[in-house]
Each structure stands twice: as structure tokens, then as C-alpha cells.
């Protein structure tokens, strides 16, 4: 978990879910309609900021006071203070002990 929070930007996103960190890059997290009937865990963001840095947009998104950081070309019409789902697909995550920070693979 150590070197994936930090190799990459933006880095590895990392959440609390079910009694492990979950970890995902930020082009993984998508919204929620792009992959309708797909295997993928979901989440309610309450979106914080949205900027469009050269061609990808990008946004920082609330998840039980954490900052999560999505980074994808879909053009979305979302503002500050907006909530929106989404999902990021299982072969997307990664996830870790809460205590040591290795790799739990499933």
C-alpha cells in the first residue's frame, strides 16, 4: 500500500470498506451509468471541486470525509455540492490490511 499511494498521478485513491483499505487508481472511478450492468462496487461522492485540467477532466470527490480524486475524459454536467454515483470495476481494486498495508489479494 505504501508504494501504491504514491506511484502514479494523481495517486491511488484509498477508502474503508468492509474492514479492509480499498485502493483505486483515479481513471478507474467512473460514473455509475457508464457501466450499468457491470461487477463493480459503487459509491455515493458528494463532489467537492471539478476542474478541467488540459484534456481529461478531473474532480475531487467527498466520501465519508475522505478525498477521493477521479480522473476520465466522459464529460459530465456536475457542480460543486452536487452527489453523484459511482463504480469502479472489481478488477480495478485493490486490497489491503488496515494494519500491516499488504496486499489481500481476494
Not at 462496487?41 to 481529461?56: N, Q, S, T
Not at 475531487?60 to 475524459?73: E, F, G, L, T
Not at 455540492?81 to 480495478?92: K, P, T, V, Y
Request: with cysteine; glycine share 8%; hydrophobic share 40%.
Amino acid at each position: 500500500m505504501f508504494v501504491a499511494g504514491f506511484v502514479g498521478i494523481p495517486p491511488m485513491n484509498f477508502i474503508e470498506q468492509d474492514g479492509v483499505i480499498v485502493g483505486f487508481r483515479p481513471e478507474a472511478l467512473l460514473p455509475a451509468e457508464a457501466l450499468p450492468d457491470k461487477d463493480c462496487m459503487r459509491l455515493r461522492l458528494l463532489v467537492e471541486r471539478v476542474e478541467e485540467p488540459g484534456v481529461a477532466p478531473a474532480g475531487v470527490w467527498d466520501h465519508r470525509q475522505v478525498k477521493v480524486i477521479a480522473n476520465h475524459s466522459l464529460r459530465l454536467n456536475l457542480r460543486e455540492g452536487d452527489e453523484h454515483e459511482f463504480a469502479i470495476c472489481s478488477q480495478e481494486i485493490r486490497r489491503f490490511d488496515p494494519k500491516t498495508g499488504v496486499r489481500v489479494r481476494p
